[in-house]
């Protein structure tokens, strides 16, 4: 930017701040006797009307209170209906023998109860390729990718319902993804 310019841009700025200064002045010049005469009005119709007033403030006061208990009252309510059914799910899945999990502040803080162990759940095979874990009830075909898919799903619910922690899912998983990368026995003989 040359010097020319740069005074150019000053003298603008210059120019543009005391406007800005000159409107704030009138500004203050009208709205300070203005603001004034409001205040003094009001005060005057406060004393005037302050009975008007006085009830006026008990009456908005009393429905404030009114709608406040409302509101709580129905907070509660559906507070209280919402843990009576998660009460009876709960009750329903540790019939069933599954694990119940209750999570607080928006899955903050989790609680899980009952269901099976873990020891029991997941079956080692110790067959062929050496330890690969076995999902339940799932067949021992391990090449073709739609039971790889399949087995995985499972997997992945077993850690969602809480059955499996999360290092013991990466620790199949990898197993059974290792499993289904080798030739099968069939294949090799």
Known sequence: ????????????????????????????????????????????????????????????????????????????????????AANQDAKKKMNRGEPVQISMFNGLLTFTYGGQQYANVLPYHQEGRGNSALLPGVAETQNQPSDLIVRLKELSELRKQGVINEDEFQTIKTRLIAGSDAPSDDATE
């Open 1 to 84: 930017m040359t010097k020319k310019e740069d005074s150019y841009i000053k003298r603008h700025k210059d120019i543009m701040s005391n406007i800005g200064l000159f409107y704030l002045i009138i500004l203050a010049f009208f709205a300070v006797p203005l603001l004034g005469a409001f205040v003094v009005v009001l005060i005057k119709g406060v004393t005037d009307y302050r009975h008007a007033i006085l009830i006026g403030g008990v009456v908005v006061l009393i429905i404030a209170l009114f709608s406040f208990v409302q509101f709580l009252r129905r907070t509660f309510q559906r507070i209280r209906q919402d843990g009576l």
